[in-house]
């Protein structure tokens, strides 16, 4: 007997954890771990360059700007696996009291709205990130650091939080016109 199949043998709907399914759910565990590393790798660095001013009126080289391209890995890379997780900001008074089939109609609103917005910003980290490449654009310090890593991996965070929009989208849109049933965690509850 699977994890899908019951004690007859036959197949029913296991519940959807988005963040655990797919390549894509692999891939969002990635750039979340990416994250997390990078979380860790700039708190021992700033650490440091604390104990380094304190102690022995030292610094490190270029803090300021490799502090930041740690920053946008560690805020850009985990956007879409909070979008699996559906962990939306949401009016919660509204969502709460509205039945199932209206809150699946409001994820279908959720997702469009959220493509609508998130289509030009994607178009936008790629041309910024293009143009930093093109032009040699490069951090003002004594290492030179160039910009484009920064872009680049914004670009990557943020295409990947727009697949998952797609996904999400297609998925509720197929369960609100009943093609598919819903099966989602984050709707369901198990």
């Known amino acids: 007997m699977d994890p899908v199949t019951g004690t007859e043998g036959r197949a029913h709907d296991a519940p959807v954890d988005r963040t655990k399914k797919g390549l894509l759910g692999g891939l969002e565990y990635f750039l979340l771990t990416v994250a997390a590393i990078m979380i860790l790798v700039m708190s021992l660095y700033v650490a440091t360059g604390i104990v380094l001013r304190t102690f022995f009126q030292g610094k490190l080289i270029d803090e300021v700007a490799i502090i ?8 850009g890379l985990p956007f879409a696996f909070v979008a699996a997780d559906r ?42 990130g ?19 890593p920064g872009y680049f991996v914004y670009f990557v965070g943020i295409t990947a939080f727009l697949l998952r ?8 849109l197929l369960c609100a016109l009943g093609v598919i049933e819903d099966n989602d965690f984050a709707r369901i509850g198990t």
């Open 68 to 75: 930041s391209e740690m920053m946008v890995a560690a805020i």
């Open 87 to 128: 962990g939306f900001v949401a009016v919660e008074i509204l969502t709460a009291r509205a039945g199932h089939k209206m809150r699946i109609w409001l994820d279908v609103l959720a997702s469009f709205v959220g493509l609508v917005a998130l289509v030009p910003i994607t178009i936008a980290a790629f041309n910024a």
């Open 130 to 148: 293009l143009k930093a490449w093109t032009g040699g654009s490069y951090h003002f310090g004594i290492l030179n650091l160039p910009e484009w």
């Open 165 to 172: 929009l797609i996904d999400l989208l297609i998925h509720d």
